[in-house]
Structure formats: C-alpha cells, structure tokens
C-alpha cells in the first residue's frame, strides 16, 4: 500500500512526490521567475578581453594563468545582475569554484 501524504501545495492526499501534478508545475513556473533562475545572458567577447587584459591575464586571487574564468564580484545569487567591468575579476577555474555564491575578499 503506497503511504499517502499531503501536497504542500493544496493540502490534498497524494501518494508520491510533495506536490500533486497542479501544484507542482505552478510550483515550477514560479521558482523560473525568480532571479536566481533567470537565464543569464551572455558576456560581450569585447567586455571579457577588456578583463582579462586588465588584470593582466592572471588570476587576482593565486596568479595563475591557464583556466581562465570572468567571475562576479557580487554573486549572481544575490538577484544583482550587473555586468559593469568594476564587478567583474579575473579567476582561475580552481579560484571560481572555491569561492562559489561567496563574496570575494575584496568587497566584505
């Protein structure tokens, strides 16, 4: 016998999953809209050569030079989407990663 539950959604008795069909996919269009999950749009190829030449094609935080990454200063996470070359840095991969939805060192 399959354990029922309730949807979280509108309270009605389902027998797998947290939402019934409805609600799951009113549950989906809304978590699309928020900023977090809006498609980013794409870096001007002018704009990344402007980083990376300003930073002098190097990692700021370890100075390496293979892996190159355009990281945000201001995580895309906290629902700011700027894309102005002073909230831009130059990171390798490895860097990137570590720092994920952090605030870099330099704008604590």
């Known amino acids: 016998m399959p354990r029922l ?3 979280r959604g509108c309270g009605d008795l389902i027998s797998s999953g947290v939402r019934c069909r409805d609600c799951h ?3 989906v269009r809304a978590r699309n ?3 977090e999950h809006l498609a980013r749009v794409a870096m ?3 704009q990344r050569e402007r980083i990376l030449k300003r930073d002098g094609y190097r990692c700021v935080d370890c100075q390496a030079s293979d892996d ?3 990281d945000h200063v201001v995580p895309l996470i ?4 700027n894309y102005r ?3 831009l840095a130059t990171r390798c991969r490895s860097c990137n990663s570590r720092l994920g939805g952090k605030l870099s060192h330099a704008h604590r």
């Open 25 to 27: 996919a009113q549950y």
């Open 68 to 70: 190159l990454t355009i």
């Open 78 to 81: 906290t629902g700011k989407r």
């Open 85 to 87: 070359d002073d909230e």
């Open 44 to 46: 001007p190829r002018a």
């Open 33 to 35: 809209l928020r900023p």
């Open 5 to 7: 539950r309730f949807c």
